[in-house]
């Protein structure tokens, strides 16, 4: 048997960050996960590194650049005759990056002295685990604490079958062959927002069905109205109150039966794109014969701290309540594996920021208008279009705008919300901004350098009291 201060039960962004930091503050730890990777080999990095964020930024970057390149280059005076797209290449470029990443963290196991176990991890009691390889037991761990890190699988429908050719989940839509003339996507939140972007982009006609009538129902609602029409605009057709009857499927075709507002519809594709939600993973944990308590809909309950009902167990990431968030992820673990080492780790859940990796991006941290309404909060709010920035401008990208909402008394920022160019970016500013519980006057008394985005962020806080310059 081999002895451990710490065994994490998988290697995503949830765990090997919890396995690293525990080996840092000087836990013996082992890291045990069953993921391969498209040749069969074990991988590290969990869904995020290798069929998740990584992946699909790569494909959202270089499907941008052939957009660009495509349809916005001749405005800065750049004519390219004769382009041409190879897929082949940009797929193999995803794969690439997805292989030096993941052997990082390999690395990363290596110079942290964390023991990785390639299988699954099997949980015998609180205190003890065995590692299962193609049925076989190849190891049983002992630990004085354990760190569940399993993560999640893509949501799937009774009557729909991910076959991994016509109809696929997002891991198949990584990795189509070919660009498909036309593709259906069942789902209009992240997965098929950002995945759907990146096959339009490629030239395959897409059509969004989305069961909700309201177009990301959990975001600030202009900035969802908005994101809607230029997506739209670029060519995702985006059907909201779609509600999927049927799917037939014939050797080169799959045909969609939906009903909406207006009574059933056909459409006929040639590849299905499964895309709504994602549920947690504890297949294979054995929880339920150790006494894991989980929740009616499969995720495994835990406390404000990632702390499980069984002594010594802790849970973090997508199998736990909470947004199914790399950086979510990543910081239950530093948490938890601090927790363990006697300090005091800490997630503050209301500073976690969102990015969806459109174009342009959308962004937020913090509540949405329509929350502060329910929640009988009063508000202030700020809003600043790109369309007054001068680096938009210089950029050509001026859709867009950033809206800031801040208490109605003390000013204190409650919520941001960005739709433009690199929102992902410029959302660090306010997350950091929040966790010091700052005003909007104060970042209204910041210095921003010029020309930058971040100045249509400074102009916000100043549009709340109906100060700015620019506009
Ligand atoms: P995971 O990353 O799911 O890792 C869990 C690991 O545990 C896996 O390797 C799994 O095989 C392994 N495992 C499971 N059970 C066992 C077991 N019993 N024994 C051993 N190993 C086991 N989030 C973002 O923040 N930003 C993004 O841009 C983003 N893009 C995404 C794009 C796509 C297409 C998808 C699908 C997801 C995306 N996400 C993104 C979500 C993100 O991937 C997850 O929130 C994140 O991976 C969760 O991390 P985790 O450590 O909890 O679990
Ligand atoms: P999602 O929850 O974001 O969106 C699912 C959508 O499908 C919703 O709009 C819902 O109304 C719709 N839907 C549900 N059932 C339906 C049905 N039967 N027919 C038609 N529409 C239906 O889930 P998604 O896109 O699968 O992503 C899963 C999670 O992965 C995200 O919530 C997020 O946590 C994570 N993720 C994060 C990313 C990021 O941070 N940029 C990128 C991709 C995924």
Not at 31 to 60: E, F, H, T, Y
């Amino acid at each position: 048997m081999q002895r451990y201060d710490v065994a994490v039960i998988g290697a995503g962004p949830g765990g090997y960050v919890a396995a690293i930091r525990c080996a840092q503050l000087g836990l013996s730890t082992v890291c045990i996960d069953n993921m391969r990777d498209q040749n069969g080999v074990p991988s590290l990095g969990g869904v995020c590194l290798n069929v998740g964020c990584i992946p699909s930024k790569a494909l959202l970057d270089s499907s941008e650049q052939y957009y660009r390149a495509k349809n916005h280059f001749a405005v800065h005076g750049i004519k390219i005759e004769n382009l041409e797209l190879d897929l082949d290449t940009m797929l193999s470029r995803k794969d690439n990056i997805v292989k030096t990443l993941t052997g990082g963290i390999a690395t990363l196991f290596i110079k942290n002295k964390v023991a990785w176990l390639h299988g699954q991890g099997r949980l015998i009691s609180n205190k003890q685990l065995e590692v299962v390889l193609e049925g076989e037991v190849t190891a049983v761990v002992a630990a004085s604490n354990i760190i569940i890190a399993t993560g999640s699988l893509p949501a799937t429908q009774d009557d729909i079958s991910i076959d991994g050719d016509r109809i696929v989940d997002s891991t198949g839509a990584l990795a189509f062959n070919e660009v498909p003339r036309k593709l259906a996507v069942i789902g209009g939140g992240v997965i098929g927002l950002e995945l759907g972007s990146v096959w339009s982009r490629l030239g395959a006609k897409v059509v969004v069905l989305n069961r909700g009538k309201q177009f990301l129902s959990r975001i600030e609602p202009s900035i969802a109205k908005e994101a809607y029409r230029l997506l739209q605009k670029q060519g995702l057709d985006i059907r909201l109150g779609a509600s999927v009857k049927e799917i037939k499927t014939t050797k080169k075709q799959v045909a969609v039966i939906y009903k909406d507002a207006e009574g059933e519809q056909k459409i006929q594709v040639d590849r299905l794109l499964l895309a709504t939600g994602r549920q947690p993973n504890t297949a294979g944990l054995n929880g339920e014969a150790v006494g894991l308590n989980v929740d009616d809909r499969g995720f495994i309950e835990v406390d404000d701290h990632c702390h499980t009902n069984l002594p010594g167990v802790y849970a973090v990431g997508d199998v736990v309540r909470g947004p199914m968030l790399a950086h979510k992820a990543s910081e239950e673990g530093v948490s938890v594996a601090e927790q363990i080492a006697g300090q005091s780790g800490h997630v503050n859940y209301q500073t976690i920021p969102w990015v969806i990796y459109t174009s342009p991006e959308i962004a937020w941290v913090g509540k949405s208008s329509q929350q502060l309404k329910e929640e009988g909060i009063e508000f202030k709010e700020g809003v600043f279009p790109f369309k007054a920035n001068g680096r938009a401008h210089a950029m050509n990208e001026t859709d867009g705008m950033v809206k800031i909402l801040s208490d109605a008394k003390y000013d204190r920022i409650l919520g941001v919300h960005i739709l433009g160019p690199h929102a992902s970016e410029m959302i660090a500013e306010v997350v950091v901004a929040m966790e010091f519980n700052a005003s909007a006057e104060d970042i209204a008394r910041t210095v921003h350098a010029h020309p930058t985005l971040s100045e249509a962020m400074h102009e916000a806080a100043l549009a709340i009291d109906k100060r700015t310059i620019h506009i």
